[in-house]
């Protein structure tokens, strides 16, 4: 059996097998022939003390063979003939939904609104170029939800909600990279995702299961207060008595259709903002202490939190050598969002930097559960006139922003559709504006240099979570007045992240199949 040993190491060591080798052996006294083989199981980065160390989890082989077993798929079984299980929208949380079915012995039938992960890259391309949004096909509707052009961040604090690791290694199985097992913060990345997406859109076709693409959701079919199936727009029902509701949190049209049938949800407190971009260098600098962070650190990333007068104002989704992307979901909107590749190798840094948003916020929308959505997307509406009624993002430089004066002009940012100059307090609601011309100040205290009209504020960022929570019986999952609907994943509220949604899809899975 081998030894497990933690260990503090330099960059340089961590990132090279003979220097690491020879290492554990002066710290342990093993001998370097005796050391047969390391295998890192953990590995984070101490970055608090000017000196950076690794932190690293070993598994340490002496005088034994090491064999890398391979992560594999779940033993699924053909369901093509089994009752079926409607599944609306192909998120994470509606994908590993139908995977848990399949492995359950029901027959998943996942309804996606938008296209597959090729076709969808033709209406990406053309909200960035001719900043034209296709309500069923952009950032965040297609196979695989908001998650596949995203970052791909796997990191969760949810894991009381559930098996973390279940969902990794599943991740892996369909053609993640094992480092994701091993990072403190792992990530896959927006150029590795959509393969492993079509892997298992393809596991569920091979074992039975049905994906709809082009195929939105018009209504829900109710007797009785109980699910009886769904309508699509192009008039094709489907039936079934179990319904998963896994829309993500920007399905509007759901929200409303819900509330016109009468069935149960809520205004859910949320958060909004803008998002902002340094250079990357910038980033490193602060966060390593150094020039330069060699070639043995990845990009560095930041989380920061401040109260600033009475309200929390942080950091959401920072990307690290990243992209900001246009995340309309409608025309006469602007939103903002961030996506890295694997290698995170691009010049800039972004990351939200959002406001809480809490009932009081929205109360000039009335008592209406869809208030907070309302309020939501009269910020976007702002955002929008303010580009100039395109894509074009309002902006100003980060200095400028927080003492209230117009940018003179604009650096050329990663955001492709561009910036305009424009006064955010124009945007954005007073509260939030003001906190977040304290909270850039104040993050300065503790992350020297961030503070500088070397980065750009871009409005604005607000698909923070869902503005609505569909509740559901804590035990069962299942809604609380329609009998067989199962309200699931971001856009019901009860998750924030690929891993969240995905371990929700599991357990919502779990209870329609009994």
């Known amino acids: 059996m081998p030894k497990e040993y933690s260990f503090q190491v330099s960059p340089e060591t961590a990132a090279n097998a003979v220097a690491l080798k020879l290492f ?18 953990k590995r984070s980065i101490d970055a608090r003390q000017k000196t950076i160390k690794i932190n690293l989890k070993l598994a340490v082989y002496v005088n034994e063979d090491f064999e890398e077993l391979p992560v594999l798929k779940p033993a699924y079984q053909d ?17 590993f939904a139908a995977l848990r079915c399949i492995e359950l012995g029901k027959k998943p039938v996942v309804i996606e609104r938008g296209k597959d992960v090729r076709a969808r890259r033709r209406d990406l391309k053309k909200l960035n170029i001719e900043h034209l949004v296709n309500e069923d096909s952009n950032y965040c509707f297609g196979e695989g939800g908001a998650g596949t052009y995203s970052d791909g961040k796997l990191y969760t604090r949810s894991k009381k909600r559930g098996d973390v690791q279940r969902i990794l290694e599943l991740l892996v199985a369909f053609g993640a990279t094992q480092q994701i097992l091993v990072e403190a913060h792992p990530h896959i990345g927006t150029n590795k995702l959509p393969g492993i997406i079509q892997d298992i859109t393809a596991t569920i076709l091979e074992y039975g299961g049905e994906v709809h693409f082009n195929s939105r959701v018009v209504d829900i079919l109710i007797k009785n207060n109980a699910v009886q199936g769904v309508s699509l ?47 990357q260098e910038l980033i490193d600098s602060i966060q390593y202490k150094c020039d330069y962070r060699g070639a043995f650190l990845p990009p560095a990333p930041y989380s920061i939190v401040r109260q600033v007068d009475g309200r929390g104002v942080y950091s959401f989704c920072m990307c690290p050598g990243g992209i900001i992307a246009p995340c309309a979901t409608s025309p006469g909107e602007v939103v903002t969002n961030g996506w890295s590749p694997s290698k995170r190798d691009q010049a800039t840094a972004n990351s939200g930097i959002v406001v809480e948003v809490g009932p009081k916020d929205f109360k ?41 004066k117009l940018s003179k002009d604009l650096p050329v940012t990663s955001y492709t559709p561009g910036v305009r100059s424009v006064e955010l307090a124009r945007v954005l609601p007073e509260f939030i504006y003001t906190r977040l011309q304290k909270g850039f100040v104040e993050f300065n205290k503790s992350m020297k240099g961030f503070y500088t009209n070397e980065a750009v504020v871009h409005a604005t960022e607000s698909r923070t979570s869902s503005p609505v929570r569909i509740p559901r019986n804590p035990l069962t999952l299942e809604h609380i007045q329609i009998k067989g609907l199962y309200p699931c994943g971001e856009g019901a509220g009860y998750a924030g992240g690929i891993v969240s949604a995905a371990i929700d899809g599991e357990q919502c899975a779990e209870m329609a199949v009994k």
């Open 364 to 404: 000039t929308f009335g008592d209406s559960p869809l208030a907070a959505m309302y309020f939501q997307q009269q910020v976007e509406q702002k955002a929008w006139l303010e580009g100039g009624k395109t894509q074009t993002a309002p902006a100003q430089r980060l200095v400028d922003f927080s003492e209230g």
């Open 79 to 95: 369901v093509s003939a089994q009752e079926p299980v409607l599944i609306v929208g192909a998120g994470p949380a509606g994908l």
């Open 24 to 41: 554990v052996s002066r710290k342990t006294g093993i001998s370097i022939d005796e050391l047969t083989h390391i295998e890192i199981l």
């Open 233 to 279: 727009h192009n008039g094709v029902q489907l039936e079934a008595k179990k319904l998963i509701l896994a829309t993500g949190h920007s399905a509007r049209d759901i929200f409303q259709l819900l509330h016109h049938k009468g069935i149960a949800i809520e205004a859910k407190p949320f958060a909004l903002g803008v998002r902002v971009e340094h250079p």
